[in-house]
C-alpha cells in the first residue's frame, strides 16, 4: 500500500472511557429517528468485503457466522458488504441480481436478529461495477488479447503483412517503443491489465448503463426487502461504476458525464426507481465519497453538491468516505488485477499507521462537517454517517459533538474487536482490543484471501472454531468472556 513520505507512526490511543452515567448522557448512545431509519444509537459498521461467499455469490457459513458475529457486539447498525446487483460470475463476493440469493441473504438476517437480540439493523450495500481483467502476459496479451488494426501496421511501418507477423513484430518492443505503437487504453490492457470505465461509451453495454442501471438496482432493492433486511445503501462511492459517474472526470457526452448536474442524473434515476420500487418506508441510503482524492477528482464542493440533490430526493441516510480509486493505484503484478487501495486516494479511503503531519484518525472529518453544515443549511437534516480511523469513545464523541455526523462508522476497529460497542456501553472500554491501522485485513482484501485481524486470527486456535481454508487463521474474533 501507498504510505505518505513523512512516514510518521501513530498509535491509536484508549482516551478515556465512559462510566455509566457518561454513556447515558452520551451523544453516540442517543437514538436516532429520521424518515425510515430508526436506530437505537449513533455506531454503524460499515460495508467490508470478507471474501467468504460461494464463488457463484450466494451466502455461506461463514458468512453468517461474519456478520452474526458483528451482531453479538450490538453496534446500532450493520451493513453487509457490497453485493453485485447482476448476476454475472465475480468470484466469492455476495450477489443479490437473481432470487435464488434471497434464502440465503435471509439467513443472515436471522442470525443477526437474533444475535444481537434485534438491537442491531442490518443494512446491504448495493453494488455496480465494470470490467477488470488481470494484468496479462505480455506474449499471451499480443497473442490472444490485442486486437490489431491497421494503425498498429502502419505505426510499425508492416503494410501488408498479417495479423501473426505483427504480433510477433510487437512482442520485440521495449515498452517505450510499444507507447508509440499502441493506443493509451491498450497500453494500460498490457501493463496494468483490461479496465472499463464509465466512459467507454463506443461499448454498447457501457453507452447503455444509463439504461439498465435503475431497473438493476431497484430490482436488487426489492429482494433486499424480500429476504428481512431492513434497509439498501447504494454505493456511489470509491472505484466503482456509480463513483465514476459522478466523477469530474466523467465527461460522457450523452448527458450523463461533463456538469455536475449530468454527472449526477444517473445517480438520481437509480435513487428514484429504488424507491418507486421498496416504498417511503423502507431505509434507503447512499454512500459518497466527500473527495475523491485524485488528480481533477470530485472535491468537496462536487460532494455538497450531489448531497443536496441526494437529501431532496429523501434518502433516508448519507454515508460518507473518501478516495479508493483506480486513477492513481499501483501497476499489479503480472496475473494480478489492479486493486484501488494501493495509491494515495487509496490511503484516505484507509489509512494506516504510518502517516503525514494529519495522522490517519479522522482525516473525513473536515470535509464532512462541511457537508453536514451545508444540508442544514438548506434545511435537510438527513443523518450523516463519517467513518475513518475512529477507535475511541472520545474521537466518537468530537466526531458528533463538531457537528461533522451524525452517526459514527467503525470498520476496522469492529474488525480488531465486535465487541467495541458493547464494551463501551457497559463500562467495560478497558477491555477493548483497539485497531493498530496495520492494514493486515486491507492486505488480505487485496489478495482475495478471507479477511480477518492479526489481533485475534491466531488466538485459541487449539479451541474448536471455524479456520480459514488453510487450517492456520481462526475466521472470527473469539468470545468476549465477560
Ligand atoms: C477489508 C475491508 C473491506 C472493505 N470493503 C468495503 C466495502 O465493501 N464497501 C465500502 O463501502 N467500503 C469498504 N471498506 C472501507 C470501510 O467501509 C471504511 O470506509 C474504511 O475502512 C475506513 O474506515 P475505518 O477507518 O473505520 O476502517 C472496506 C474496508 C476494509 C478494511
Request: proline fraction near 6%; include cysteine; aromatic fraction near 10%.
Amino acid at each position: 500500500m501507498w504510505k505518505p513520505s513523512q512516514r510518521i507512526k501513530y498509535k491509536p490511543s484508549s482516551g478515556s472511557w465512559p462510566n455509566a452515567a457518561e454513556v447515558r448522557d452520551a451523544k453516540l448512545f442517543q437514538p436516532l429517528d429520521y424518515q425510515a431509519l430508526e436506530l437505537n444509537d449513533r455506531t454503524w459498521v460499515p460495508a467490508m468485503v470478507p471474501w467468504r461467499a460461494l464463488e457463484t455469490g450466494e451466502v455461506t457459513e461463514d458468512n453468517i457466522d461474519w456478520y452474526g458475529r458483528f451482531a453479538r457486539g450490538k453496534p446500532a447498525a450493520l451493513v453487509i458488504e457490497a453485493t453485485g446487483i447482476r448476476d454475472v460470475p465475480s468470484g466469492p463476493l455476495l450477489r443479490i441480481g437473481h432470487d435464488r440469493f434471497v434464502p440465503g441473504l435471509s439467513r443472515v438476517v436471522d442470525r443477526v436478529k437474533e444475535e444481537s437480540g434485534g438491537y442491531t439493523k442490518l443494512f446491504i450495500q448495493l453494488i455496480d461495477f465494470l470490467a477488470v481483467r488481470r494484468r496479462p502476459e505480455p506474449a499471451k496479451y499480443f497473442d490472444r488479447f490485442l486486437r490489431i488494426t491497421d494503425n498498429h501496421r502502419y505505426a510499425l511501418k508492416l503494410q501488408n503483412t498479417t495479423d501473426d507477423e505483427v504480433r510477433s513484430a510487437l512482442k520485440t518492443l521495449t515498452n517505450r517503443e510499444l507507447a508509440d505503437v499502441l493506443t493509451g487504453s491498450e497500453l494500460e490492457s498490457l501493463t496494468h491489465g483490461y479496465r472499463e470505465r464509465v466512459t467507454d461509451t463506443h461499448l454498447p453495454h457501457v453507452a447503455d448503463l444509463p439504461e439498465q442501471l435503475p431497473a438493476l438496482f431497484a430490482s436488487a432493492a426489492a429482494r433486499a426487502r424480500t429476504a428481512g433486511i431492513d434497509g439498501v445503501e447504494l454505493h456511489f462511492a470509491h472505484a466503482y461504476t456509480m463513483a465514476s459517474f459522478l466523477s469530474r472526470t466523467n465527461n460522457r457526452g450523452d448527458g450523463y458525464g461533463g456538469s455536475p448536474e449530468a454527472r449526477v442524473k444517473l445517480a438520481l434515476q437509480v435513487i428514484d426507481a429504488v424507491r418507486s420500487e421498496v416504498g417511503p418506508d423502507y431505509v434507503l441510503g447512499a454512500r459518497i465519497l466527500a473527495e475523491e482524492c485524485i488528480e481533477g477528482g470530485s472535491t468537496v464542493e462536487d460532494a455538497t453538491f450531489y448531497t443536496e440533490q441526494f437529501a431532496r430526493r429523501g434518502l433516508d441516510y448519507l454515508s460518507l468516505s473518501r478516495g479508493g480509486k483506480f486513477d492513481d493505484a499501483k501497476q499489479p503484478k503480472t496475473g494480478w488485477a489492479v486493486y484501488p487501495y494501493t495509491g494515495p486516494s487509496g490511503y484516505e479511503c484507509m489509512p494506516q499507521y504510518l502517516s503525514d503531519e494529519f495522522g490517519p484518525f479522522g482525516r473525513n472529518l473536515r470535509p464532512a462537517k462541511a457537508i453536514h453544515q451545508h444540508l442544514r443549511k438548506r434545511g435537510y437534516e438527513t443523518p450523516i454517517v463519517v467513518a475513518g480511523g475512529i477507535h475511541n469513545f472520545e474521537q466518537a464523541e468530537n466526531a458528533l459533538d463538531s457537528g461533522a455526523g451524525d452517526v459514527v462508522g467503525f470498520a476496522r476497529q469492529a474488525l480488531a474487536d465486535p465487541d467495541w460497542f458493547e464494551k463501551v456501553r457497559t463500562g467495560h472500554g478497558d477491555e477493548i482490543r483497539l485497531c493498530v491501522y496495520s492494514n493486515y485485513c486491507e492486505g488480505l482484501d487485496q489478495k482475495h484471501k478471507q479477511v480477518t485481524c492479526n489481533l485475534w486470527d491466531r488466538l485459541d486456535l487449539d479451541r474448536p472454531c471455524q479456520k480459514t481454508t488453510d487450517g492456520r487463521r481462526r475466521l472470527v474474533a473469539p468470545n468476549w468472556q465477560r
